[in-house]
């Protein structure tokens, strides 16, 4: 049974800093891994979608890394800021589902 | 596009009450996933339609629970009678396909009194 991991569970940074963000999985057999963030109150927002055959995905500020063989990815989050203070969930489907499990989150929060 | 749009955001309602979510996915998508959150379980998955079919319900807690997508643009979700477990927020996602990015609405919170 895929069981999903994110280590912490809550994180607070000054802003500027540089954060890590670590997500593991028990099972190496995915088909992709996303990270999604959540404000309070709303709903999910796709950040990094990583397809199993890639090792990192970037979008602005963010880099996301995937090591299948080890079970984990991680979030990078450079500079930060305060609007990046949110939750960060990890979420990982198995090779041919569609099913998406996924981390209790991080819970960031960036000081202005 | 205006995104997954759920209504009601917010339900209130007593025990042995129904309870009907609503679901819009967004237009064009053809996976629509219904999923619970709640503090002590995280996010789980409650079902799954591909083409306005249910391909899987083995998230669904019981049979108190059920759901239909009558058509590609409305989906709903059914607690009768509810209970005050089932408080939690329940999101509505789509999707292109089952293995792209899944797009959420904002949610609807659910409390049973």
Known sequence: KQEVTQIPAALSVPEGENLV??????????????WF???PGKGLTSLLLIQSSQREQTSGRLNASLDKSSGRSTLYIAASQ????????C????????KYIFG???????LA | DAGV??????????????????CKPISGHNSLFWYRQTMMRGLELLIYFNNNVPIDDSGMPEDRFSAKMPNASFSTLKIQPSEPRDSA????????????TQYFGPGTRLLVL
């Open chain 1, 37 to 39: 963030r959540q404000d």
């Open chain 1, 104 to 110: 209790t989150g991080t819970r960031l929060k960036v």
């Open chain 2, 5 to 22: 749009i759920q209504s009601p955001r917010h339900e209130v309602t007593e025990m042995g009450q129904e309870v009907t979510l609503r």
């Open chain 1, 21 to 34: 963000l670590n997500c593991s999985f028990t099972d190496s057999a995915i088909y992709n891994l996303q």
């Open chain 1, 82 to 89: 305060p609007g990046d203070s949110a939750t960060y969930l």
């Open chain 2, 89 to 100: 927020v329940y999101f509505c996602a789509s999707s292109w396909t089952d293995q792209e």
């Open chain 1, 91 to 98: 979420a990982v489907s198995l090779s041919g589902t569609y």
